[in-house]
């Protein structure tokens, strides 16, 4: 079966190079950008698809008369794509858990801390000339709230205790092992000084975070989403930030990518933006690649 990795940048490039080996399977690499009504032209009439985070809508995707498998490089697929419809034509979807936990966990903290200091506004307020210091918040003895204690939010949750904070949880599903205090989602949201989305979007999850919930967040709380822009209604979170009961939010996701200038979020103080890097650093996507190429191999075999 032939296969396309249809969206390669020179990051993964790279990485690619470390981690093919000479008895894989051949792989038609596309490192050119496109538009996403030219998908159908660069699939072509091969049978695999490698997607890193290109849109592959259920309609053009039918275009593809000769594709059956897509490996999606990561967890999220159901935001660039209608998973459940593909398969339905025929199109089996193949995802890759747990290959960034720490990396995306890191990413978490990181944009954590920054929120908390106010580093992202330092910044630009310093390149652009003023110097004006601001007050931030201590983050040891502060309440983290995870939701979703899958494996990334378990990792939040080990740096977390690490740092002094007290870390309370929800998940969807009970988790005896948790080795943290679970509660009710209404009574993390109230009681925590920061609330860490690690939830996988689905048609149960997408706008989970809505109005409703926004409201019962303790007033001033810290939001950092590296798990996907859907999981949260996007114009209630920006009235939360206008308003101040949300301080600061960290993103590195959103519900169309790359964010465009334009966006709200995009001219607001109190967010700092990342560009859906969480989960990229050398080591993961290592492990990343190694397993798509795997999935290939299985696929053929």
């Known amino acids: 079966m032939k296969t396309i990795f249809i969206d390669c940048n020179p990051q993964l490039g790279a990485v690619w190079k470390r981690v093919y080996r000479a008895d894989d399977p051949p792989v038609t690499i596309n490192t050119v950008p496109f538009e996403k009504g030219d998908l159908p032209r660069i699939v072509g009439d091969y049978e695999i698809a490698i997607d890193d985070h290109s849109y592959m809508p259920t309609d053009l995707v039918r275009q593809c008369k000769n594709l059956k498998h897509i490996v999606f490089l990561g967890t999220g697929a159901a935001s660039y794509m209608n998973v459940a419809e593909l398969e339905a034509t025929g ?52 309440t983290l709230g995870i939701v979703g204690l899958g494996g990334i939010g378990a990792e939040v949750a080990r ?16 988790r005896p092992d948790a080795g943290l205090p679970l509660v009710e989602l209404d009574a993390l949201l109230e009681k925590s000084d920061v609330v860490s989305l690690n939830l996988v979007l689905n048609d149960e999850t997408r706008g989970f975070l809505d109005a409703r919930r926004i409201a019962r967040m303790k007033p ?38 790359p964010l465009k200038a334009d966006n709200p979020l995009a001219g607001l103080d109190n967010v700092t933006l990342s560009a859906h890097a969480a989960f990229r650093t050398l080591e993961a996507s290592m492990t990343l690649l190694r397993r798509a190429i795997d999935i290939v191999k299985h696929v053929q075999s």
């Not at 209630?236 to 949300?246: E, N, V």
């Open 91 to 142: 199109v089996k979807v193949h995802t890759i858990k747990g290959y960034g936990d720490t990396a995306v966990a890191e990413q978490t903290i990181a944009l954590m801390m920054a929120c908390c200091r106010d580093l992202a506004r330092m910044d630009r307020n310093i390149r652009a000339g003023t110097w004006q210091p601001r007050e931030g918040v201590q983050l040891f003895g502060k």
């Open 220 to 257: 001033g709380a810290i939001l950092v989403n590296t798990a996907r822009g859907a999981l949260v209604d996007e114009a209630a979170l920006i009235d939360a930030l206008k308003s101040g009961h949300i301080r600061h939010a960290g993103l590195d996701v959103f519900h169309s990518e």
């Open 159 to 174: 740096i977390a205790k690490g740092m002094g904070m007290e870390v309370i949880a929800w998940n969807r599903t009970k």
